[in-house]
């Protein structure tokens, strides 16, 4: 991912009204620790913005799940937690990742 790129990524999640995904390991991966950035923001904008996460992150999995047969959408289930009262830190990074793909994948179509 070029620095264009980047920029561009950070635009698409301030316009989604959710915190910018840093960019670890070189730059190749999204940094999933988002809550250094949320302790730094005012109590009622960190809800906002991770009520607006949550909310984009069940339309992704709903994508998701239903690219293909039954036993693939327990699939994508079982791998974001969803259903689960306390996922687990690997549900909650798949859960990123399904959201940095998603506003990727919409940034490259602008």
């Known amino acids: 991912m070029n620095e264009l790129d980047k920029v561009k990524m950070m635009i698409a999640c301030l316009e989604a009204n959710i915190v910018p995904l840093g960019h670890g390991n070189g730059g190749l991966m999204p940094d999933f620790d988002v809550n250094r950035a949320l302790d730094q923001l005012p109590p009622g904008e960190a809800r906002k913005m991770k009520r607006k996460f949550r909310k984009l992150w069940r339309q992704a999995a ?3 799940a239903r690219v293909g047969s039954r036993k693939e959408e327990k699939k994508a289930a079982i791998e974001l937690g969803w259903g ?10 798949r859960r990123k990742w399904r959201v940095f793909f998603d506003i990727q994948t919409k940034s490259r179509l602008k």
Do not use: A, L
């Open 62 to 64: 709903r994508r998701f």
């Open 84 to 93: 689960n009262s306390t996922p687990e830190k690997k549900h909650k990074n």
